[in-house]
Structure formats: C-alpha cells, structure tokens
C-alpha cells in the first residue's frame, strides 16, 4: 500500500476525516502524527512513506528512501531549498501558499490602523492611567500603500486596503499580477521611485537570496517621515540595524514586524525599544484561525488527486528559485 504521513499540529475529526477519505480515493493509506509530541514515532518510520503533508526536520528526510513528494502545511519552505537534504533530486516540494492570507492580510490591516490612530500610545497612556487626546490621527483613506510581493498574501491584503480607501501599488520581480485590487503593479527595480510618497510599506515576501536585504539602509532613507512599515514575510528582507536607527531617530512614523532576526527576539534587543512600534511573535498566519487550517487541508486534498494522476502540483516549489 502506498503510505502517507501527516505531521501537523492541528487535526481535528473532521481534518482526520477528510485527508482519509482523500487518501482512499486516491489509494494509499495514511497515519496520523502530532509534531508537537509523535517526532520519534515518525521518524523511526519515515522511510516507509510517499508523501509526507506537514513539516518534518529537514535532516530527518534523507532517511526517507520511498519519498517522492513533501507537501509543507506551511507558506515558507526556504528549510527545503537545499538540494543536499533530499533522498532523490527527484522530490516534489509544495507549499501551502493560499492558505494564510485572509489570516495575514487582517493582521496587515489591524497593525496600521493601530498605528494611523495612534493605538500604541494610548496603550501606554492606559499603562499608567492617563486620559490624553491624541490628535491628529491618520486614516486608510487616501494612504498610499506599497505592497512588496504580490503573491497570495499580499493580493489578499491588496483587496481590504483598497476597500478602506487606500491607493495600493503592488512591486514584484516580474512587475506583473492579475488583480484588480492593485492600482498598479511595478517591477522592484522602481521601488526606489515610490517610497518617498509611501504612507505605508508592506512587505510580504519569502525568504530567497533576491529578497534578502531588499529594504536596505539605502532604501529606508528614502522613506519619508510619514511612513510606516509593516513586515509579515521574514526578517531577512529588512537591513534591521539600519530600521532601528530610523526609527529611534523618528524618521519613520512606526512600524509593525510579525518577523526579526533572530526569532525569538532577545529580551535586550534595540527593537523593544523603538517608538511607535508594534512586535508581534510570527503569529500573523500562524494555525490559529480555523479558516487557515480548512485552506491547508482542503489543498493538500486537491494536490493529492493531482499528484496521483501525474498532473502538476497547484502549489508546486521550485527550488531553486525559494517559492
């Protein structure tokens, strides 16, 4: 019988139903892990299994001699871009870009009306019971937003921000995406020419060597003191030092990072420090929205028919290129 492993963290019944009835369709069988206590149990068996849908240790996968196609239950994969780690060139990789969106882009617009209205400092003021009027506050309507990477998190965002009020420009590699949320979508090598006039900058890109270091020092000087930035892909795409220094200095309005280097944050890390800034633990996707976990499972289940009939994977990772 051909045999699948699920390593995950939040199945439920009805999770545990729909991957088996998948499964059996499809003919394999399937066993179920919890990553947060089964890691022995599946790796003392991993070499039986031809899928695995979760996200096991990299180093575990070379033990994996029957493995042909892993199916992260995450968005970021860069743990699995090193071709060093598979048992066989020939592995399939999939993400589940797709899944996390609804969950990331509310969390994109929490953050910033937080910041437009000035939530962080009432929040301290409440801290020692004080009753200020903070004026003025900003608003969505009328911002100019960046949105750096337009895949499905940043089109998701896209889509609310516009409906606050918001001109959203989205910046990619190839300077193109069909949505109709962005007003228009430019290549990166123009993003010099829109911070200046950006209210807000979101960046929501993966981990790749192209994106590493894209908001550089050079880049955050560009920005004006009226802009805040907003970080839900991963810390490296951020000169961190350098956004420390901007905005201990006040030449940014504020920012808002779901991702640092390194995570956990060190207690005595400058970024505690900074004014106007939200840090929250990579918690804006995360597994806790059960919309996310549906998303998840209801796409490995339309992959699985489509790997066992040959057909190409809807989320299938090149990885050589990270995404």
């Known amino acids: 019988m051909r045999k699948i492993a699920v390593y995950v963290s939040f199945m439920n019944d009805r999770y545990r139903a729909q991957l088996r009835t998948a499964a059996s369709e499809q003919g394999f069988d399937l066993d179920f892990y919890d990553c947060n206590r089964d890691s022995a149990a599946l790796l003392g068996r991993i070499g039986d299994y031809e899928v695995i849908y979760g996200h096991p240790v990299p180093a575990w996968l070379k033990r994996a001699a029957r493995l042909r196609w892993l199916c992260s239950d995450f968005a970021g994969v860069e743990k699995y871009l090193d071709e060093a780690i598979w048992p066989s060139p020939d592995c399939l990789l999939s993400n589940s870009s797709g899944a996390y969106g609804p969950a990331i882009a509310e969390h994109i617009v929490m953050v910033l009306l937080m910041l437009l209205r000035r939530m962080p400092e009432y929040q301290s003021a409440m801290a020692e019971r004080a009753w200020p009027c903070l004026t003025p506050i900003r608003s969505l309507t009328g911002s100019r937003v960046v949105v750096l990477g337009t895949g499905d998190v940043g089109r998701s965002a896209a889509r609310r921000l516009r409906a606050l009020g918001a001109a959203v420009t989205g910046v990619c590699r190839s300077g193109r995406a069909e949505e109709p949320a962005f007003d228009r979508v430019l290549p990166v090598g123009q993003l010099n020419e829109l911070l200046p006039q950006a209210d807000a900058l979101v960046m929501a890109l993966p981990a790749t060597a192209e994106t590493a270091g894209v908001l550089s020092r050079e880049r955050i000087a560009l920005l004006g003191p009226q802009a805040l930035v907003v970080n839900v892909g991963r810390g490296s795409a951020i000169d961190q030092p350098a956004l420390v220094e901007a905005l201990t200095a006040r030449r940014l309005a504020g920012a808002a990072l779901d991702v640092m280097e390194p995570e956990p944050l060190p207690p005595d890390h400058p970024l505690w420090q900074c004014p106007n800034t939200i840090l929250t ?22 992959d699985l028919g489509r790997y066992a009939a040959g057909e190409p994977l809807e989320n299938l990772v090149d990885r050589g290129r990270g995404y």
């Open 281 to 302: 633990p990579h918690v804006s996707g995360n597994m806790a929205l059960g919309l996310t976990c549906d998303l998840d499972v209801d796409m490995f289940c339309r």
